[in-house]
């Protein structure tokens, strides 16, 4: 049985074709996060003591209750801002699996996405699978700055999204340089 994908353009990810040089040449990898050094004993302690404890069943959907009130805290203590833990936190298991969710909760067939480009490498499939259409705009060089004018004019009555990291992915450029910026 041959199986077809449903993103059949999308190839080997840039994280693939960099781990396999790094490995190849014995490079130190900054593309991607592989802890290359053992694990802290007091942690791995630690999991064991909780599995021990009882601790080893699914988690709630949107992550335990305890954790998702420490973050809580610590936004608050660091920026002062109050979010609630049970309805403005979820916890997933990383990064590329919360964007992959936003992304399937929001976009629809023929909604608009606006992509800054250079993008993380999961942002054009994961916004194709789900019907949605991508509207590419290039950061400017060589600051990698948005084009407030470019992004004014690329929205129209079908955009649902606009993604936005700080610092950007993969150019690491922050939102400090995008401060002049007005609401489009």
């Not at 942002?123 to 509207?135: A, D, L, Q, S, W």
Request: charged share 15%; net charge negative.
């Amino acid at each position: 049985m041959m199986l077809q994908s449903k993103l059949p353009n999308v190839g080997t990810t840039i994280f693939t074709v960099m781990s396999a040089l790094a490995t190849e040449h014995n490079a130190i990898n900054l593309g991607q996060g592989f802890p290359d050094y053992p694990m802290d004993e007091a942690l791995t302690d630690l999991v064991s003591k909780a599995m021990q404890d009882g601790y080893n069943q699914y988690a709630p959907m949107p992550g335990h209750l305890a954790l998702r009130e420490a973050i809580a805290q610590k936004v608050q203590r660091l920026y002062g801002t109050t979010i609630h833990p049970d309805t403005e936190i979820t916890i997933t298991p990383g990064g590329t699996y919360a964007i992959y969710s936003a992304i399937t909760a929001a976009i629809g067939p023929g909604d608009e996405v606006i992509v800054f480009e250079p993008a993380y490498d999961s942002y054009i499939p994961n916004i194709e699978i789900n019907g949605g259409k991508v509207v590419r705009i290039p950061l400017q060089f060589p600051d990698y700055s948005i084009d407030w004018d470019a992004v004014r004019k690329a929205i129209s009555p079908r955009t649902k999204m606009i993604l936005l990291n700080s610092p950007h992915n993969p150019t690491g450029a922050g939102a400090e340089r995008n401060r002049h910026c007005t609401t489009p």
